[in-house]
């Protein structure tokens, strides 16, 4: 079940309010009151929200002025055992007890909206790789790229800055996928010029066999369903899964599609000739 844990600070003033909101909302579970548990002067509520309706329960607590004379801590809750929890969850449409927080989103953007050397590094990356993978007629390296790439967080953040008419997250993001692209082309290029002129390219690429780079500078209707495909896991996942799941793609790479690929490309080449 998928479940909010609130723990909110506040004056006394504000408890009575407080408890007031929550006790009037039946997907509140397990409301608990700490009177006088803060220094100097402070009560402290703790509660448990079916997910589908925190979005409400934070706005309801925010309008009271919670976060400003206190302060709320919002937790994902892992594990609950509760009848009463399971009952309100299969009561509730499936879309609303697993809509997520709004709040969190947000905040999740707004911490990837940085951009450490690290970023540009991987945009590097992430051009190197898709580089070789269109050389070795690769499409798997060629998913590794766009797993490494970071530009989805820098748009990501791009598009809440519009949202928020927040110039400066804007401007930064922008900035930021400006030179990393153009450090990854200039670099790639280097990359790709060294590469050729060591005769390190594949013999299928050498024959002007190419399907992945036809793929790639011929977009077509099919481009655009993969590339709205690739969206949606990539904006739930979390750096450290995407590096590890590239390294996996390239292991995997490395043993078998690259060579079964440019086989049967040769073998169709040869077959064209006759």
């Known amino acids: 079940m998928d479940l909010i844990h609130f723990r909110m600070v506040m004056p006394p003033a504000l408890t009575e309010r407080a408890v007031d909101l929550l006790t009037s909302n039946d997907r509140v579970l397990n409301l608990v009151v700490v009177k006088s548990a803060h220094v100097p002067d402070g009560d402290v509520l703790e509660c448990d929200v079916v997910k589908g309706a925190a979005n409400g329960v934070l706005d309801g607590l925010?309008?009271?002025?919670?976060?400003?004379?206190?302060?709320?801590?919002?937790?994902?809750?892992?594990?609950?055992?509760?009848?009463?929890?399971?009952?309100?969850?299969?009561?509730?449409?499936?879309?609303?007890?697993?809509?997520?927080?709004?709040?969190?989103?947000?905040?999740?953007?707004?911490?990837?909206?940085?951009?450490?050397?690290?970023?540009?590094?991987?945009?590097?990356?992430?051009?190197?790789?898709?580089?070789?993978?269109?050389?070795?007629?690769?499409?798997?390296?060629?998913?590794?790229?766009?797993?490494?790439?970071?530009?989805?967080?820098?748009?990501?953040?791009?598009?809440?800055?519009?949202?928020?008419?927040?110039?400066?997250?804007?401007?930064?993001?922008?900035?930021?996928?400006?030179?990393?692209?153009?450090?990854?082309?200039?670099?790639?290029?280097?990359?790709?010029?060294?590469?050729?002129?060591?005769?390190?390219?594949?013999?299928?690429?050498?024959?002007?066999?190419?399907?992945?780079?036809?793929?790639?500078?011929?977009?077509?209707?099919?481009?655009v369903v993969v590339a709205a495909a690739s969206v949606a896991p990539r904006g739930s996942s979390c750096r450290r899964t995407a590096a590890a799941l590239a390294i996996r793609a390239c292991h995997t790479d490395r043993q078998a599609p690259r060579d079964v690929t440019a086989r049967d490309l040769l073998r169709r080449a040869a077959t064209r000739r006759r």
């Open 62 to 223: 925010r309008k009271l002025g919670i976060d400003r004379a206190g302060a709320i801590a919002v937790d994902d809750v892992d594990l609950m055992f509760s009848h009463r929890a399971q009952q309100i969850e299969d009561d509730q449409p499936s879309a609303l007890v697993h809509a997520p927080l709004w709040a969190a989103v947000e905040a999740h953007i707004r911490a990837a909206g940085t951009y450490p050397p690290s970023f540009y590094l991987f945009l590097v990356i992430a051009g190197l790789i898709g580089s070789v993978g269109i050389m070795t007629n690769s499409q798997i390296l060629i998913v590794a790229a766009m797993v490494v790439g970071p530009e989805y967080n820098a748009i990501t953040s791009i598009a809440l800055g519009l949202d928020r008419r927040h110039r400066r997250r804007v401007w930064e993001g922008t900035r930021a996928l400006t030179t990393g692209f153009l450090l990854a082309i200039a670099i790639t290029l280097v990359f790709a010029l060294l590469a050729r002129a060591a005769d390190l390219q594949s013999t299928a690429f050498d024959l002007g066999l190419r399907p992945v780079s036809h793929l790639i500078d011929t977009p077509d209707a099919f481009s």
